[in-house]
């Protein structure tokens, strides 16, 4: 449960980050420029607080690397459901992306999980081969 909480606390403070960055963005950019750009960093804030706070496990660049491939997919979820909220249900394009956020939740919960255990595996067996490899 405390993995859980921590995540839930990470995605407070990524999703104020991100929706702070959002609203600056779009006083000059489209609101959907300005949502990808602000999403962009959210993905690579999401990656470091995951990796260290939340699952504990190493940065690594093939971590940092797949993140973001894993997180086009919820990008382009998101994106749509951010086009239904604005263009078809009329919410105003400044609150839409707080609903988006709070329907990803699980997602990202699962493809954080996902990716970081997967990357942790991937080091600790480069590790074991490289320790192999010069004993």
Known sequence: MARWARFVAGGAINTGFSYGLYLLLALALPYQA???LAYAAGVVFSY???????????????????????YALQYLISAALLGLLVEWLQ???????LAVAACMVPLSYAISKMVLAWSARRSAAAATIQTTETE
């Open 91 to 97: 919410v105003p394009h400044k609150l839409a992306p």
């Open 34 to 36: 300005a949502y990808l």
């Open 48 to 70: 470091w607080f995951n990796a260290v706070v939340v699952f504990r496990v190493p940065l690594s660049w093939s971590g940092f690397l797949a993140f973001p491939l894993v």
